[in-house]
């Protein structure tokens, strides 16, 4: 491997121990809530308690991104997470662990990850020029590592928590956040972590932390392409979140099938995503963007949703599920590499916290949704319902002017001003 491209592996790997850790925490957590008080509804109540600071997190600590650097955020970030996880298996060992001590500690949890991740997907431009990598191969094989992290590590999470029990699992995630840490903070130069001195407009060093958070909106805001991404992202997430969360383990239920059809379900498409995601990577920038981007939203969504609306037998279910997966593998990378070439260098923190947190923001509704569709019509009618909305959805780029810059590619030496992306589909 050349030099030039040591930060970009350092990224990688850090990326990939700090999603298996975050997958472990939330297997462990709610095991954990679950043993403690065998109550569905506080589960659901200390995730709430996490996922609420992490989006509203993310999207604030964009300028702080900005203005120390990105690598500077992550290692700090991912520091504070081996301090805030490791206090629950120090709890439990001074047999002091009770409800009332996770619920904040989950909060603080969401409230140190959200600007981690913000910073580490700051960071993929970065390396990207730093390596003289193409966008679409770094954000491709980002996108095969979150989802082998998805397929993998949540499996592994499982065995751990089997294996050791809930608290010394998280002892385990406490680890992994160690290593990302000290992956980033050995691995990515800081020269080329961030360039905060770069501004434009009012002095950047000099702006208030108040005057860079409206910066990054009106950026965002102002851009055609960036709103059309974030309002059709937002809206297939609540609807991908409604399957997965409840229409999924309802048809599980009432078919008889069990709880362990859920998780071979998103295993048959999370595998081909994985090899969708590096053929991306492999490929991508040859590619024409906006028909494969509106191509692989189109096959993700109804055919997905029609084979568990009817009696579909299951190796047709199974065929279906691995193209979408695969198809889906296609979805962030180009989503990635289309974001990180608008957004002007200095601005990178903010705007793609933004971006992203807007993205996820509809997340914490879909089951609401999901199980109120098959409470006021049945099943089958919820999961077509959900299915025709997301096809709609998809046809999005065929209907909004935004997207007609969707295909545009900045020239290649212009790619060192500074354009940024994220991870924004689920």
Same mark, same amino acid.
């Given at each position: 491997?050349?030099?030039?491209?040591?930060?970009?592996?350092?990224?990688?790997?850090?990326?990939?121990?700090?999603?298996?850790?975050?997958?472990?925490?939330?297997?462990?957590?709610?095991?954990?809530?679950?043993?403690?008080?065998?109550?569905?509804?506080?589960?659901?109540?200390?995730?709430?308690?996490?996922?609420?600071?992490?989006?509203?997190?993310?999207?604030?600590?964009?300028?702080?991104?900005?203005?120390? /650097?990105?690598?500077?955020?992550?290692?700090?970030?991912?520091?504070?997470?081996?301090?805030?996880?490791?206090?629950?298996?120090?709890?439990?060992?001074?047999?002091?662990?009770?409800?009332?001590?996770?619920?904040?500690?989950?909060?603080?949890? $969401?409230?140190?990850?959200?600007?981690?991740?913000?910073?580490?997907?700051?960071?993929?431009?970065?390396?990207?020029?730093?390596?003289?990598?193409?966008?679409?191969?770094?954000?491709?094989?980002?996108?095969?590592?979150?989802?082998?992290?998805?397929?993998?590590?949540?499996?592994?999470?499982?065995?751990?928590?089997?294996?050791?029990?809930?608290?010394?699992?998280?002892?385990?995630?406490?680890?992994?956040?160690?290593?990302?840490?000290?992956?980033?903070?050995?691995?990515?130069?800081?020269?080329?972590?961030?360039?905060?001195?770069?501004?434009? /407009?009012?002095?950047?060093?000099?702006?208030?932390?108040?005057?860079? #958070?409206?910066?990054?909106?009106?950026?965002?805001?102002?851009?055609?392409?960036?709103?059309? *991404?974030?309002?059709?992202?937002?809206?297939?997430?609540?609807?991908?979140?409604?399957?997965?969360?409840?229409?999924?383990?309802?048809?599980?239920?009432?078919?008889?099938? /069990?709880?362990?059809?859920?998780? #071979?379900?998103?295993?048959?498409?999370?595998?081909?995503?994985?090899?969708?995601?590096?053929?991306?990577?492999?490929?991508?920038?040859?590619?024409?963007?906006?028909?494969?981007?509106?191509?692989?939203?189109?096959?993700? $969504? *109804?055919?997905?949703?029609?084979?568990?609306?009817?009696?579909?037998?299951?190796?047709?279910?199974?065929?279906?599920?691995?193209?979408? /997966?695969?198809?889906?593998?296609?979805?962030?990378?180009?989503?990635?590499?289309?974001?990180?070439?608008?957004?002007?260098?200095?601005?990178?923190?903010?705007?793609?916290?933004?971006?992203?947190?807007?993205?996820?923001?509809?997340?914490?509704?879909?089951?609401?949704?999901?199980?109120?569709?098959?409470?006021?019509?049945?099943?089958?009618?919820?999961?077509?319902?959900?299915?025709?909305?997301?096809?709609?959805?998809?046809?999005?780029?065929?209907?909004?002017?935004?997207?007609?810059?969707?295909?545009?590619?900045?020239?290649?030496?212009?790619?060192?001003?500074?354009?940024?992306?994220?991870? #924004?589909?689920?």
């Amino acid at each position: 491997m050349t030099g030039s491209r040591k930060p970009f592996a350092a990224l990688a790997v850090a990326e990939a121990f700090s999603i298996s850790g975050t997958r472990l925490s939330q297997i462990a957590v709610p095991w954990l809530v679950l043993t403690m008080t065998g109550s569905a509804v506080w589960t659901g109540v200390v995730g709430f308690a996490e996922m609420l600071p992490y989006v509203v997190a993310k999207a604030l600590g964009g300028p702080i991104v900005d203005r120390i /650097g990105a690598k500077a955020v992550a290692v700090t970030s991912d520091s504070c997470s081996v301090l805030i996880v490791g206090a629950i298996p120090l709890l439990q060992w001074a047999g002091m662990l009770q409800l009332v001590w996770l619920v904040p500690i989950s909060a603080l949890m $969401g409230a140190v990850r959200g600007p981690s991740d913000g910073a580490k997907s700051a960071l993929v431009p970065v390396v990207a020029e730093q390596g003289a990598v193409p966008l679409e191969q770094v954000t491709g094989v980002m996108g095969a590592i979150e989802r082998l992290g998805g397929t993998v590590g949540a499996a592994a999470a499982g065995a751990v928590v089997a294996m050791i029990g809930a608290p010394q699992a998280l002892l385990v995630n406490a680890v992994t956040f160690a290593v990302a840490a000290a992956f980033i903070s050995r691995g990515v130069p800081s020269a080329t972590s961030q360039r905060p001195q770069e501004v434009s /407009g009012q002095a950047g060093a000099e702006a208030s932390y108040r005057q860079q #958070l409206v910066e990054g909106w009106h950026f965002l805001r102002g851009d055609a392409v960036l709103v059309g *991404i974030t309002t059709m992202v937002s809206v297939t997430n609540l609807l991908d979140q409604a399957w997965t969360a409840v229409l999924l383990p309802v048809w599980a239920h009432d078919t008889g099938q /069990g709880a362990g059809a859920v998780g #071979l379900v998103l295993a048959v498409m999370a595998g081909p995503s994985i090899l969708g995601a590096l053929t991306a990577a492999a490929v991508g920038e040859r590619l024409p963007r906006l028909p494969i981007y509106t191509l692989c939203f189109v096959v993700a $969504g *109804i055919p997905r949703f029609s084979i568990f609306a009817f009696d579909t037998p299951m190796w047709a279910m199974a065929a279906v599920l691995a193209v979408v /997966g695969f198809v889906s593998g296609f979805c962030n990378p180009i989503l990635g590499a289309v974001i990180f070439e608008r957004i002007p260098r200095h601005l990178v923190g903010r705007v793609s916290a933004l971006n992203t947190s807007l993205c996820w923001s509809l997340i914490p509704f879909g089951g609401l949704l999901g199980g109120g569709l098959a409470a006021l019509v049945g099943l089958r009618a919820a999961t077509m319902t959900v299915g025709v909305a997301y096809f709609w959805v998809a046809l999005m780029p065929l209907v909004r002017k935004s997207f007609r810059e969707f295909d545009k590619r900045p020239a290649t030496a212009s790619l060192s001003d500074g354009r940024t992306v994220h991870d #924004l589909a689920v």
